[in-house]
T-cell receptor, first 111, second 114 residues
Framework: DVKVTQSSRYLVKRTGEKVFLECVQDMDHENMFWYRQDPGLGLRLIYFSYDVKMKEKGDIPEGYSVSREKKERFSLILESASTNQTSMYLC??????????FGEGSRLTVL | GENVEQHPSTLSVQEGDSAVIKCTYSDSASNYFPWYKQELGKGPQLIIDIRSNVGEKKDQRIAVTLNKTAKHFSLHITETQPEDSAVYFCAASPISGGYNKLIFGAGTRLAVHP
């Protein structure tokens, strides 16, 4: 069974803290994605990666960075968390073209 | 860039009724239109998709229709059941560079009442 695992389901951080969200997929997918989900705004792409050490900005990359050192792992980094980054974060993976497989999400609250 | 609008934002139906969710898109280059279902506490999951060379596609109780001229596509669920209750997202993809990059609608929260 395909699996995308996000390391933390719930996180509470303080403004200014550095935050790491980890994602691992076991399907040998080339593509990995980080989305942000907010009510009424749907899913918005933050960053995606099409290969190890390769990344491209999505629609809302400001305030975020990513790291992909291994094919199966894609990390989202908030260098200095702010309250407007309180949200649900979804990781996904896919083959070059095709279905996105999502993790269960990481709900981040920044106080 | 692409923009996808989805309506309604909430939909309440009685079990056994049909439900229809509609989406419009702006980029005529889009040629891939998937629908994702997100159950409570889970990530979205693909339930059906359609490509621009097809006008309609069915899978048991769900169907999707596409009108490329009008740039809209719709999800139809017949004989709804309580387990259909979820948030549904449409998306459109102007595939370029070999990488899929979907633009999602805002979502529709469907409630099916027994």
């Amino acid at each position: 069974d395909v699996k995308v695992t996000q390391s933390s389901r719930y996180l509470v951080k303080r403004t200014g803290e550095k935050v790491f969200l980890e994602c691992v997929q076991d399907m040998d997918h080339e593509n990995m994605f980080w989305y942000r989900q907010d009510p009424g705004l749907g899913l918005r792409l933050i960053y995606f990666s099409y290969d190890v050490k390769m990344k491209e900005k999505g629609d809302i990359p400001e305030g975020y960075s990513v790291s992909r050192e291994k094919k199966e792992r894609f990390s989202l980094i908030l260098e200095s968390a702010s309250t407007n980054q309180t949200s649900m974060y979804l990781c996904a993976s896919s083959y070059v073209t095709g279905e996105l497989f999502f993790g269960e999400g990481s709900r981040l609250t920044v106080l | 860039g692409e923009n996808v609008e989805q309506h309604p934002s909430t939909l309440s139906v009685q079990e056994g009724d049909s439900a229809v969710i509609k989406c419009t898109y702006s980029d005529s280059a889009s040629n891939y239109f998937p629908w994702y279902k997100q159950e409570l506490g889970k990530g979205p999951q693909l339930i059906i998709d359609i490509r621009s060379n097809v006008g309609e596609k069915k899978d048991q109780r769900i169907a999707v229709t596409l009108n490329k001229t009008a740039k809209h596509f719709s999800l139809h669920i017949t004989e709804t059941q309580p387990e259909d209750s979820a948030v549904y997202f449409c998306a459109a993809s102007p595939i370029s560079g070999g990488y899929n990059k979907l633009i999602f609608g805002a979502g529709t929260r469907l409630a099916v009442h027994p």
